[in-house]
């Protein structure tokens, strides 16, 4: 079962990575040649990637010891956020002819995100109970 906390987190993240992005735009297109959005640049798509995974990472790192609860569905949770929010931004933006390939193509960044997030929080979870031990 995903937690509504991942979902929120996910959901925030990427809002504040675009946020980050549309303030920031001429650092990420340095040609300026498209309008910001996380897909148009390779530095914005890294940059998005980057915060989904700290976030996936942050949020199983933080409650590994929540028993039932998987690494993956936690990453899991932190990408539907993601993709709710990237979504709604696409929207509210406006979608154009290609929106249903960007969603697909922003959902597939976000899963392998929350995916590698999660792997690494649990790596730093149990290597912080191995300590304990």
């Not at 700290?54 to 993601?82: E, K, Q, Y």
């Not at 990237?86 to 960007?102: C, D, E, K, Q, S």
Request: with cysteine; aromatic share 8%.
């Amino acid at each position: 079962m995903v937690a509504w906390k991942d979902i929120v987190a996910g959901g925030l993240t990427f809002v504040i990575a675009h946020a980050i992005e549309v303030v920031g735009w001429p650092w990420f297109d340095p040609g300026r040649s498209s309008t910001p959005w996380f897909l148009n640049a390779g530095r914005a798509a890294a940059f998005t990637a980057g915060c989904l995974v700290l976030a996936a990472a942050a949020a199983t790192a933080l409650a590994a010891s929540v028993p039932g609860r998987g690494a993956i569905a936690r990453g899991g949770g932190i990408a539907v956020g993601a993709i709710a929010a990237m979504t709604i931004v696409l929207v509210a933006r406006g979608p154009g002819t290609l929106f249903p390939i960007v969603l697909v193509f922003g959902a597939a960044i976000a899963l392998a995100s929350g995916v590698v997030g999660a792997a690494l929080g649990n790596g730093l979870a149990a290597a912080r109970r191995g300590r304990r031990a």
